[in-house]
C-alpha cells in the first residue's frame, strides 16, 4: 500500500543542509545533524519527518557491497523494446520492477527504451537472467550488455545546492 503524499514543499536552506548531511550517511544522529546546521535536534527530527512525509525522502537504505554478498557480476544492460506503446512500456517497467537482479531501472530517451544495472553472483546466473528478462521476453527487440569492471562509484547522493 503506498502512503499518501503530503503536498510538495519548498526546501529552505536548513533542509538542504541536513539533506547534504543524511544522504551522505542517513545514520547520522539527529543531535550531530542539529549541531552543524545550527538547529535542535527536535527541529530537525521535524524537518526530516516533514520531508518524508512530502516525498522529498523516498526512502532510507543500506548500500551493500557487492563482493562481500557474493554478487560478482554487475551489468549495465541497454534494452531496446519492439515498440514504445504504452502497454508495452507499462509491462516492461512492472517485469523490471519486480526482478530482484535490477538494482536500478531507467526508462531513457535516444534509441533505447531502458538502461538497467543487474547484479549476479556469475555469469551462468546471469545468463539466466537475461533468458527470463529479455531473451524469453517477445516485446524486447535486442539487448546489449556491458559488464563492469571496477565499481569506481555509487550511491544516490543528488547535489542540493
Request: net charge positive; hydrophobic share 50%.
Amino acid at each position: 500500500m503506498t502512503q499518501a503524499k503530503v503536498p510538495a514543499r519548498k526546501l529552505d536552506s536548513f533542509d538542504r543542509a541536513i539533506l547534504r548531511i543524511i544522504q551522505r550517511d542517513n545514520k547520522t544522529p539527529q543531535r550531530s545533524i542539529a549541531e552543524a546546521v545550527n538547529l535542535s535536534a527536535a527541529a530537525v527530527q521535524r524537518r526530516i519527518a516533514a520531508m518524508e512525509a512530502a516525498g522529498v525522502i523516498e526512502k532510507n537504505v543500506a548500500v551493500l557491497d557487492t563482493a562481500a554478498v557474493a554478487m560478482g557480476i554487475t551489468a549495465i544492460v541497454e534494452v531496446h523494446l519492439g515498440n514504445e506503446r504504452l502497454q508495452t512500456v507499462d509491462a516492461a517497467k512492472a517485469l523490471f520492477r519486480d526482478a530482484p537482479e535490477v538494482q536500478q531501472c531507467y526508462y531513457v530517451t535516444g534509441g533505447t527504451s531502458f538502461v538497467l544495472i543487474i547484479v549476479s553472483p556469475d555469469m551462468v546466473s546471469y545468463e539466466a537472467t537475461t533468458r527470463r528478462l529479455f531473451a524469453q521476453n517477445e516485446a524486447v527487440a535486442s539487448f546489449r550488455t556491458l559488464v563492469a569492471l571496477d565499481r569506481v562509484k555509487t550511491g544516490s547522493e543528488i547535489i542540493v545546492p
